[in-house]
């Protein structure tokens, strides 16, 4: 692409012959490439075509939305890329671009993001603005007034019957035209495209599934709790098949900064501390907004007496988890790797495929799978052993059960790391200990493990970092369980990110500030843990050079 | 078994005054044992374990009652293929086993790509911030991208606003989301391993005018075929078993994983009655990864752990 110049002195230093250190080499001068290929240059060529069209395509919905700051972002990236795969510079960047774009975008960012909730009462009662909580308030407080139009009602959705979002679809009895109404407002449909049954319901409607009246009466609460906004009030269910126009009873006042119920004349004055509409007995009203509440939810952890306790056994259990799991799948699979580490043994590559089978077979599947063999009426544990255990009744059984499934699971890993490992330590050494009169134990403390220890290290490491946060194993078999009778949400078998997860979203209403506080914990638990063995371990050379 | 051939190295068998014939052989089967039989005995039995669970999923899966109440270790009530015919028929299993090859196929293939573009950077070349991004690296990787659920949730939210093709129930936005996590871990065993080759290759090839990216594709990634095998194998594995984020992010049936689908089939009081059909998905479910460490076994051992080792 550029023109090859010869400056003086451009045959002073042969390129790839600098020293190498922790020096940056001087980069290519432009006199010095290598030529271009064509391979090289059709790749490049097809690369960066791509990357423009899909640029185009995604921008298309940003200007329709008027996302400006987005399409900026969009724009800067592929210019971006454009100047650095077209330059001869910065030939480290080309390499860790790709997967870089995509750390920011989908793991760096929704951390950050989770951080900043964390310092909020993000959750239930608080998820939008002040002025969404005020919508929230006026359309729920909708009551019927003598007189309203009734609509006859289907309820649909776009999606899975059983979970997607619901929609209503009414029928005006006046003129007969049918609109879909969700939390966002009413829409007219094509007449066209639905399909409307005598007395005015809607039995088919394009791009909707309607649903029949079993899958309606098991949403039943979601159909009574959605309420639709319209100019003169809302539209609410009554029953599963007729719905009305109500008005709103409750208003906010912009001049004193209060919800005001025209009924009993209560009103409830805006609390900008927490975030909810208070009323001067102390009532809160359950619609409420985000607000900032500083460290709140960091110290909560800490001197909250009903959080804190459990909290802390919950911690400590995590630990001991992490460190069984990890130790005893490394102690089986190097034993069994040491017993079928001898060159007279036969069939070593049979007893492999066999051993390792566990870690073949979906490992979600097989924890569901070890959750029924557990079962204490009709479990193959029970039965096979003769045993009457509920397993997951009681804290230490269902602590040890869970322990137990993860040494099956975890073993064939570790067995396979530590025959490699193994096989990486040459004979000598430890015939030379035979030699000097040292017994196989004795050769297996002093020689074995210590190579075998410092080759596996930051495998245990980071074994112990994923069984910290092993989501899976618990919430797949126990689902936290057993639960102190006086705490739902801390389980004896419960990790901390499986408490998490119950808290932000759990039956309990979502606590997702609070739950982004303790993914925080867990972070700096697991940062500061792994950072610790690293350093101790790290004796090695070249690891961070 | 064969009996041993072939005389011990240990000391106590020197100077052995020669005794009767059975004797000899009494021995010689005591000592086979003391020196391999236990070993065998010990394997054997660490196979068994392995296998027991195994065992109880086939005969759940080939019973023909294809209940949870009356499957026991070895299938006593005879045998049958009726549960993988209602399997297919009563869930969408093909849909799900399609989706999740599909996803787990294409992220790992482009997340041990991505790695080993990074690794080769990392271990090749100096620059600026190199130290900082290797182990900001380390760091990130120890927060689990799906502590962050509740914003990858909002982001989402807006993502399927946008672009409907790439947002929830789409098999795409999954995969992009676990690309997310592709520099993680890996980065750092690959890293290992390109340390390991000697610099003298790249060197040499430069000298012969070749471009770094020659030198990537046509020696480095030959080269390092172990690890990346063992990459792709335990991104495979991971995806294929992932499942909360999937379950956040799939909600219809037919955009649904093996995981998320199997998952619903033993939810509420159907679990003792679907059983039968879930083992025989658990089974199929194996399949794929099955012949991909079938495929990969040469590698597996020594890659597993030479990105761990500076050899």
Redesign the interface.
Known sequence: MSTPQSGPGSATR????EP??????RSRTARD?????LT?LAGKVLLLGLTAGIAVW?AF??ID?G?WAGLALLAATTAGLFYLYLTRRH??AK??V???L??I???????L??AS?AFTNFGDGHRGSKDDAIVAIQTSSVTQVPGSAEYALSIATK??PA??PLVFLVTDPTTGTVSAGDTGGLRQLDAADVTVAAGGKVTAAEGYTVLNFGQASARSKEITDLVVPTAGGALRSSGLSRAYEGKAVRAYEAGCDCVRDTGTGQTWTADEEVGAFVAADGERLAQGWKVNVGLSNFTRVLTDENISGPFLSTLIWNFAFAIASTGGTFL?GM??AL??H?P???GTNL?RV?????????????L???R??F?A??G?IN??FGLDVDWFGQPWTARLAVILVQL?LGY?YMF??A???L??IPRELTEAT?VDGASPWQSFRAVTLPLLL???S??LI?SF?YNF?N??AI??TTEGAPFPADNPTNGATDLL?TY??RL??GGQGAE?GF??AI?LF??AI??VV?TVS?RRTRK?????? | ??T?TGAAR?GDTAGRPPAANRNATGRRRNRWFA??GW??L??VL??L???F??V??LS?ALNPLGT??T???VPTGGVSLGNFGELFERTAFERWFVNSLLIAGVASFASVF??A??A??FSR????G??V???SL???Q???????????Y??FGTIT???PSIGF?TPWGLL??Y?????G?N??LMKGFF?TLP?EL???A??D??????V?FRIMLPLVAPILAVTGLLAF?GT??E??MAN?FL???DSKT??VG??GM?QGNE?NNN?GI??A??LL??IP??LV?QLLQRY???????G????
């Open positions: 042969t390129p790839g012959r190498v250190g922790s020096r940056p080499p490439h290598a030529p271009i290929t090289g995604a919905p940003l939305g996302k030939i480290p390499y860790l790709p997967g870089t995509f750390l975008a989908f793991q760096v960012f929704p951390v993001y989770t909730t999606g899975d979970s997607a089986l034993m069994i017993v079928l001898s007279r043994m036969r007893y066999l051993l390792v089978l566990p870690y073949a077979m979906p490992s979600f599947a097989m569901l799978a070890w029924d063999m079962n009426d009709f193959l039965n096979l099956w064939p396979l790391v025959t490699g490992a096989q990486a035979s410092i080759a596996l930051p495998l980071s970092a946060n989501f899976n919430y797949l990110i998490t997860y932000a979203f997702f739950a982004a993914s867990i972070f697991v940062a792994s690293f090695q050379e070249e690891v961070y050079s | 078994m064969t041993l240990t020196q391999v070993r065998h010990v394997a660490g196979v374990f392995s296998l669970p195994i109880f999923v759940a949870l109440s499957t026991e270790l991505l790695s573009l990074a080769y950077a070349m100096r620059f600026r190199r130290r991004g290797l182990l380390l760091l990130i120890m927060f689990p991208q799906f502590l962050a659920i509740v914003a990858i909002l982001i606003d946008l672009w129930n992009l989301l690309m997310g996590g592709a520099l871990v980065t750092w340390d610099r790249d060197e040499s430069t000298m005018g070749a471009s770094h990216a020659q990537f594995i294929i078993n499942f909360l956040v909600t219809s049936s093996l995981a199997m998952y033993l679990r059983f879930f083992a998905g658990t479910t194996a990864t099955v460490f597996i051992v020594s890659g597993l752990t030479a761990a080792v500076k050899g």
